[in-house]
Each structure stands twice: as structure tokens, then as C-alpha cells.
């Protein structure tokens, strides 16, 4: 995986002023695209679509400031088809227009070409179990929220907070298979991960298949496969938010396994009172790379 993502950035590199098909890219290295998006993102720190950008301005801004191309000839050059167009561009990243940055020669905000390396650390190891799953339900009451990477979600806090007791005991009765109890999922999660961007976000159980589903709510149909399953245990979600940074800065770069589309499931099976701390099982679908 390390390899291939250096090879995708290496791609990105020699294809600066062009728009960069990942699809492709990703066939050529034996991945897919959905992968290699949430990979590149995990350990990035940043969408692709982000870097790409970040990179193409860096390399525009060297020309904006040697001023031996009118504006325009240099948009152009970099795959923009007019001057508001890459000024917009310009001015997201380096915070001023290309005019200012041309008469004061600055301030500019480089971004370096990304190299990855496998660090060896093992200090953690990971409990993981492969899972063959049939096809089945997530049931439940399921809302759209923000991206948050760390710390509590409040709009997932208060989607469920909204929920009466009663009801937690009666989605409890309905769960008839594995994941078993209470489940957090997210799905329609954008592949390059972006803080901000929205997910649905379901509050429920998981059902078999054949199992009906009450009118009231919502369903998400989930087809037959294989999860890695990740057990943590510790502080809540802090133990739980780290092993999920740790399935692509360990688990996937050393394991024959990659991400495929579909939801990520959190099913606590322990928890304190307050919430403080919890043992949890993320399920994460997958299959072989």
C-alpha cells in the first residue's frame, strides 16, 4: 500500500496541469480507487483532491512571481480556463490573489511533495478477526451529519440524545445477528474523508435479511461480504478514534486486506455509566488485495 500510494503521488506529480483520473491510476497499481482515496486521506491528513490542488498552486505561484507569463498564460498552463477561475484557486490556498502575490511576492504557502514511509512501531497490537458475513440489515434512525475526526460529534450526540429511552430498548428487541447490540454506523462516507463533509449517520441494530423492517424507520441493506472486525477498549472514543487512525497507518499497510465501499460499524459492547470509557468493536468492510 505504501507503494502505492508514492507511485500515485509520483502520478499526481508529472500530471500537475491535468485532471488526474484515480480511477485508472489505481487499476495500473492492482487497487481500487475507493481505497486508494481513504488510504491517501488516513495518512495524509488531507483529501487527495486537496493535496492535488495545494501541489498545482505551489508550482503555479513560482510563475505568478518570476512574472515572465501575463496571468492568464500561466491559468491556462495549469489547466484553468480563465483568470477568476485560478485566482479562486490561488487565493484558497496562498490567501491572496495572483496580482497581489506577483507585486509583493507573497505570502506563499508551499506545499512539498508527499513521500510516504512505513514506520515499524508495534507497540499496540491489534485484536482483529476476518468475518464472512451473508447479506443483512441496519436498522434504526439515521440522520445526516459532519465529518468530525476527533473528539465527540454533538450532531451525532444530539441525534441520539433526541431518541426516548423507550426506544433504545425497543431497537435492542429487534437485533436478531451479528453486529450484535446497539451499532453506530456511517455511511455514504465521501472516499477522501474530508472534515466537514456530510455522512449518514444511523442509530440502530443490525437484522437478518428476511427480517422486516417497521415503518418507521430506517433501513440500510448491506450485501454479503467479509469485515475485519477491530476490538478496542479504553476511553471513549478516544481508544476507539485511535485503533480506526490505526487500521491505515498499521493494520492495512501489513495485512493482505483492503477497504471496500460499504458502512463502518461501531458496536459497543461495554460501557461506563457516564460514557467515559467503553470496549468496542469496529467492523470495517473489506476485502483481498
Known amino acids: 500500500m505504501i507503494s502505492a500510494l508514492n507511485r500515485l503521488v509520483d502520478h499526481v506529480e508529472e500530471h500537475l496541469t491535468e485532471d488526474v483520473d484515480v480511477h485508472v491510476v489505481a487499476r ?28 498545482r498552486m505551489t508550482v503555479a505561484a513560482a510563475d505568478v512571481v518570476r512574472g515572465e507569463s501575463d496571468l492568464l498564460s500561466i491559468a491556462v498552463r495549469h ?39 512505513l514506520t515499524v512501531e508495534g507497540g499496540v497490537p491489534m485484536d482483529t478477526r476476518i468475518v464472512d458475513r451473508p447479506a443483512f440489515r441496519l436498522v434504526g434512525h439515521a440522520a445526516r451529519v459532519p465529518l468530525i475526526h476527533h473528539g465527540v460529534n454533538p450532531h451525532i450526540q444530539r441525534h441520539i440524545a433526541a431518541l426516548p429511552p423507550a ?96 458502512p463502518s460499524i461501531v458496536a459497543v459492547l461495554a460501557r461506563a455509566d457516564d460514557f467515559s470509557t467503553a470496549t468496542c468493536e469496529l467492523w470495517l468492510p473489506v476485502e483481498p488485495a
Open 167 to 262: 426506544e433504545h430498548v425497543r431497537l435492542k428487541g429487534l437485533g436478531d445477528t451479528e453486529p450484535a447490540g446497539l451499532l453506530q454506523v456511517t455511511d455514504d462516507v465521501d472516499p477522501d474523508s474530508p472534515e466537514g463533509s456530510e455522512l449518514t449517520y444511523l442509530h440502530g441494530v443490525a437484522v437478518t435479511g428476511s427480517a422486516p423492517v417497521p415503518d418507521d424507520l430506517d433501513a440500510i441493506e448491506v450485501p454479503a461480504g467479509r469485515w475485519a472486525v477491530f476490538h478496542t477498549s479504553g476511553p471513549h472514543p478516544q481508544a476507539l478514534q485511535t485503533a480506526w487512525a490505526a487500521t491505515a497507518t498499521e493494520w492495512f499497510p501489513a495485512n493482505p486486506w483492503r477497504l471496500r465501499p460499504g
Open 79 to 117: 489547466g484553468y480556463g480563465s483568470t477568476e477561475a485560478f485566482g479562486r484557486a490561488f487565493r484558497a490556498v496562498h490567501g491572496v490573489g495572483p496580482g497581489d502575490a506577483r507585486r509583493d511576492g507573497g505570502p506563499l504557502r508551499s506545499q512539498p511533495q508527499l513521500r510516504f514511509r
Open 28 to 55: 495500473t497499481l492492482g487497487t481500487t480507487e475507493y481505497h486508494l482515496r481513504r488510504m491517501f486521506s488516513s495518512l495524509a491528513g488531507m483529501p487527495l483532491s486537496e493535496y492535488v490542488r495545494r501541489r
